[in-house]
Nanobody, 128 residues
Framework: QVRLVESGGGLVQTGDSLRLSCAPSGRAFNIYAMGWFRQAPGKEREFTAAIALLYGRTMYADSVKDRFTISRDVAKTTVYLQMNSLKPDDTAKYYC?????????????????????WGQGTQVTVSS
C-alpha cells in the first residue's frame, strides 16, 4: 500500500510563511515527479507546483510564482512547499501527489489526472 504523508499546515496571518512536507510511506515505488495541489471550499482542486524528483525541474501556477518554492530531498524522497507572503486567497487544503512514470517528453504534470497517488491533504488557513 502506498501512502503519502503531508505535514506542515496550520493557521497563520497574512504575510506569514509556512513549509509543507510530503513523503511516501509503504512499499517502494518509482517516482518521476511530485506535485502540490490545493482545494478551497466550493472550488475545484487546482495545480500549485510540481518538481521532477531526480532532475529538480520545477513548475508553478501563476498565482503562487515568486511566493512559493517547491524543493525536494532525493535521499529522503521528500518534497517541500515553502510558502511565503501568504494571503487569505491561499487558504485551502493542500494535497501532495506523485506521478510514477515520465511521459515521453519528460514534461512536468500540471493536471490532477496525470498523478497516480494522492495524500490526504493538510489544511492551510490564512487570516486577514
Amino acid at each position: 500500500q502506498v501512502r503519502l504523508v503531508e505535514s506542515g499546515g496550520g493557521l497563520v496571518q497574512t504575510g506569514d510563511s509556512l513549509r509543507l512536507s510530503c513523503a511516501p510511506s509503504g512499499r517502494a515505488f518509482n517516482i518521476y515527479a511530485m506535485g502540490w495541489f490545493r482545494q478551497a471550499p466550493g472550488k475545484e482542486r487546482e495545480f500549485t507546483a510540481a518538481i521532477a524528483l531526480l532532475y529538480g525541474r520545477t513548475m508553478y501556477a501563476d498565482s503562487v510564482k515568486d511566493r512559493f518554492t517547491i524543493s525536494r530531498d532525493v535521499a529522503k524522497t521528500t518534497v517541500y512547499l515553502q510558502m511565503n507572503s501568504l494571503k487569505p486567497d491561499d487558504t485551502a487544503k493542500y494535497y501532495c501527489a506523485v506521478k510514477t512514470s515520465a511521459p515521453r517528453d519528460y514534461s512536468l504534470p500540471g493536471e490532477s489526472s496525470e498523478y497516480d497517488y494522492w495524500g490526504q491533504g493538510t489544511q492551510v488557513t490564512v487570516s486577514s
